[in-house]
């Protein structure tokens, strides 16, 4: 039974932060005086009291009424209130969903400097990009990812990691601007040196295949162990594999069962398939089929055609459990139907018992 060692590449996503501030300062110890000040048009109170009615504290939970007192706060210039107005129409809380809406709140947020506008801003003019939105005040595709650029060029400046990382993706794939590998490793590592996660696999990944930088698998270790330990499935499961087969680190079994481990029980298919062929062959681990069998089991309902074809073998030979013929077809069957020429040849000669 073959392991299946191809590296995870992972799936590069760009996310907008989603939350609103927080930083109703002092509001436990004003609350009497909030209602009056924001009657008052204080924007300080208004943000405070839209945000006591965002969250339910100390009046009821009213995320209209909320919207209302941050709208106020916004018209009267404060950028936080600016901000959460955004993202209430950006995701489409308690208020009806109006990207065009939260663009022209972002943006005045964006230009009075808050980081957190002008990353949103980046990515929502991102999706109106990808999804080839018509909207206001961007029409123009073009226009959009140029916009994307700039705010995110901003917000990284301003020492954003999420911005770092986002507008290193771009120089880095050449999309809306000059492919530009260095420039793009250089953000990465600024993003990185942040703790943030993606920009450190990513990174991983770069030294790994050597792609704008000299192959340096070292280094690619380096950093997919920060990003295993921060929890990132892919990193741990490329761990994984290096040690396995002694790629750029010393082979140890040991470790890279571990690696798998942490993979396999975050959902990762491979890392699952993997750790099940270190138990059906006590590497790394005690060898144990009955374990064996439940990785392969949940790597191969994760449609896995190695896993389908390796349970198939179990099945047939009755290999730790009952010999089960119509088990074995199902699953060879099931790896079969992916391209997988053993699970075919292995089909045949069963069907023919």
Do not use: C
Not at 25 to 50: L, V, Y
Not at 171 to 191: C, D, M, P, V, W
Not at 293 to 307: N, R, T, V
């Amino acid at each position: 039974m073959k392991k299946f060692l191809t590296l995870a590449l992972g799936v590069l996503l760009i996310l907008a932060i989603g939350q609103s501030i927080t930083n109703a300062q002092n509001q436990t110890e004003n609350q009497p005086k909030i209602p009056q000040n924001a009657e008052k048009g204080d924007p300080i109170a208004q943000f405070q009291r839209g945000y006591a009615h965002y969250h339910g504290q100390g009046v009821s939970l009213d995320k209209m009424e909320a919207a209302k007192w941050y709208r106020l706060a916004a018209e009267g210039g404060l950028a936080e209130a600016q901000f959460n107005l955004a993202v209430m129409f950006d995701k489409g809380d308690g208020l009806t969903k109006n990207l065009s809406e939260a663009i022209v709140w972002y943006l005045k947020a964006a230009e009075q400097g808050l980081v957190e506008a002008q990353y949103n801003l980046a990515v929502t003019y991102e999706q109106l990009d990808s999804a080839r939105i018509q909207s206001e005040p961007l029409k123009d595709a073009s226009k959009n990812r140029l916009a994307a650029i700039k705010w995110h060029r901003q917000a990284a400046e301003q020492g954003s990691a999420k911005a770092q990382y986002s507008l290193g993706l771009i120089y880095f794939k050449g999309q809306g601007a000059s492919n530009n590998k260095t420039e793009a490793i250089k953000l990465f590592r600024l993003a990185a040196n942040q703790g943030y996660l993606k920009a450190q696999f990513q990174l991983g990944k770069i030294y790994f295949k050597g792609d704008g930088v000299p192959q340096d698998k070292r280094q690619a270790v380096n950093w997919y162990r920060l990003a295993a330990k921060q929890g990132s499935p892919d990193a741990q499961f490329n761990l994984g594999v290096m040690y396995d087969t002694g790629d750029g680190v010393k082979k140890n079994k040991k470790q890279a069962a571990s690696w798998y481990r942490l993979a396999a029980d975050q959902g990762i298919a491979q890392a699952q398939f993997n750790l099940g062929v270190m138990y059906d062959h006590g590497e790394g681990v005690a060898k144990n089929q009955m374990i064996a069998m439940s990785w392969y089991q949940k790597a191969a309902e994760q449609g896995l055609a190695d896993a389908q074809y390796n349970l198939g073998v179990i099945y047939d030979h009755g290999d730790g459990v009952a010999k089960n013929k119509k088990e074995a077809i199902k699953w060879y069957l099931l790896a079969a139907d992916q391209g997988h020429v053993d699970a075919k040849n292995n089909l045949g000669l069963t069907n023919n018992k």
